[in-house]
């Protein structure tokens, strides 16, 4: 599965929109980028998944670039309940390594009142 | 209903000791998962197995012993507890079988292993 590049840390205004920017340049064809997140000693939550097109559900959008060389995941009006790791991951689908997904550092998005 | 619940929440042992995590699953998903997450907020996967099938296994000591009586169950035993086994240990379950549809993991709230 290709790797993820993604700031340490950002900070946000509470009630701005929070766009976590994600590398993934050795994307190949039939890889998924997902995003998740962890709000403090919780387990970490599915936020969004897309392979090409630009998707959105009630919790964020997910913009993903023409080349898919890199994405966005956009938090619309970021509360403090948003501060979190926020993790980019792709994965294949019929991956050999059936339904595992790789956590890297993820990027702590802090939003501030 | 809580869709991943992991047992116990808190488990405080002396090293040496043998103990077990449990994790039930009632998301009717065919795979199941165990991670690590140490001191440094690392997420490892440590095994993973679909249908009761044991299908990944990271290398991780002996000492850990997954076992699933059936796909909705996921224990983990851990032998001859030691400090660096200290961390929080969460269970996740998805439905592989369907991958493209997948919404993705759904994790337990963790269970926090303190070694003394």
């Known amino acids: 599965d290709a790797k993820t590049t993604q700031p340490p840390s950002m900070d946000c205004a509470e009630g701005r929109a929070a766009n976590l920017p994600c590398n993934h340049s050795t994307i190949s064809g039939n890889e998924y980028v997902y995003w998740y997140r962890q709000i403090h000693s919780q387990g970490p939550q599915y936020i969004i998944h897309g392979l090409k097109n630009n998707e959105t559900n009630e919790m964020a959008s997910l913009i993903i670039t023409e080349d898919r060389k890199s994405s966005t995941l956009i938090l619309p009006h970021a509360t403090l309940r948003d501060t979190a790791v926020y993790y980019c991951?792709?994965?294949?689908?019929?991956?050999?390594?059936?339904?595992?997904?790789?956590f890297g550092q993820g990027t702590t998005l802090q939003v501030k009142p | 209903d809580t869709a991943v619940s992991q047992t116990p929440k808190y488990l405080v042992t002396q090293m040496g000791n043998d103990k077990s995590i449990k994790c039930e699953q009632n998301l009717g998903h065919d795979t199941m998962y165990w991670y690590k997450q140490d001191s440094k907020k690392f997420l490892k996967i440590m095994f993973s197995y679909n249908n009761k099938e044991l299908i990944i296994n990271e290398t991780v000591p002996n000492r850990f012993s997954p076992k699933s009586p059936d796909k909705a169950h996921l224990n983990l035993h851990i032998n001859s507890l030691e400090l660096g086994d200290s961390a929080v240990y969460f269970c996740a379950s998805s439905q592989v079988a369907n991958l493209k549809a997948n919404y993705g993991y759904t994790f337990g709230s963790g269970t926090r292993l303190t070694v003394v």
């Open positions: 991951i792709v994965r294949a689908y019929g991956s050999s390594n059936t339904g595992k997904l790789i």
